[in-house]
């Protein structure tokens, strides 16, 4: 079975530029989760989605970061306009589902953004 | 709130011997997940092992035991017979019992050497 798909793996953007992750959760898996890991604040959730609906979004930094998820396959998030400071790699994570702690994430190969 | 202590930035140990990462957790949940994952060096984020908070024995996956010790909240990993490829970060994490989210630690370096 495929894992979590992210794209693309390694993205360099200019300031400015409006930068869009992708990632293709587990197929059957119900819950999806974006993290962000960076040197200075470690691994960190940005917002998850279950049944499609997003449920915490309270790591969103701020209004230029939006994330949807149209259908149980695809999610993506979106930086506009990107900054340097945005520099990270990105996750997406996926589990069966979000209430018993038995659910595992299984994380995807992340996204290296680098904001020039 | 959920928190997840690793005191240890970096770990050293030879090849073929046990080595011992340190996690911490705090929460106020009665029912809660603890989860390690390896990060090695090419960036993905594997799982290795899970324990629930209500599981009387100590999680074990081939060489990855958990000890794990309610009482003190410590949530240790053991790596028995370190291979080379062992070498990576280690990340702590916790989930709580009605969120999904997961708590990381900051994570512990593991070297291998010959």
């Known amino acids: 079975d495929a894992g979590v798909i992210q794209s693309p793996r390694h993205e360099v953007t200019e300031m400015g530029q409006e930068v869009t992750l992708r990632c293709k959760p587990i197929?059957?898996?119900?819950?999806l989760f974006w993290y962000r890991q960076t040197m200075m604040r470690g691994l960190e959730l940005l917002i998850y989605?279950?049944?499609?609906?997003?449920?915490?979004d309270s790591g969103m930094p701020e209004d230029r970061f939006s994330a949807k998820m149209p259908n149980a396959s695809f999610s993506t998030l979106k930086i506009q306009p990107s900054e340097p400071r945005d520099s990270a790699v990105y996750f997406c994570?996926?589990?069966?589902?979000?209430?018993?702690?038995?659910?595992?994430?299984?994380f995807g190969a992340g996204t290296r953004l680098s904001v020039l | 709130a959920q928190k997840i202590t690793q005191t240890q930035p970096g770990m050293f140990v030879q090849e073929k011997e046990a080595v011992t990462l340190d996690c911490t957790y705090d929460?106020?949940?009665?029912?809660?997940?603890l989860f390690w994952y390896k990060q090695p060096s090419s960036g993905e984020m594997i799982f290795l092992i899970y324990?629930?908070?209500?599981?009387?024995q100590n999680a074990t996956e081939g060489r990855y035991s958990l000890n794990f010790q309610k009482a003190r909240k410590s949530a240790n990993l053991v790596i028995s017979a370190s291979q080379l490829g062992d070498s990576a970060m280690y990340f702590c994490?916790?989930?709580?019992?009605?969120?999904?989210?997961?708590?990381f630690g900051r994570g512990t370096q593991l070297t291998v050497w010959p």
């Open positions: 994570a996926s589990s069966l589902g979000q209430g018993q702690d038995k659910n595992i994430q299984y």
């Open positions: 197929s059957g898996h119900n819950s």
């Open positions: 989605f279950n049944n499609n609906v997003p449920i915490d």
């Open positions: 929460t106020s949940d009665q029912s809660y997940g």
């Open positions: 324990q629930g908070s209500y599981d009387e």
């Open positions: 994490a916790m989930k709580g019992s009605t969120l999904g989210r997961l708590y």
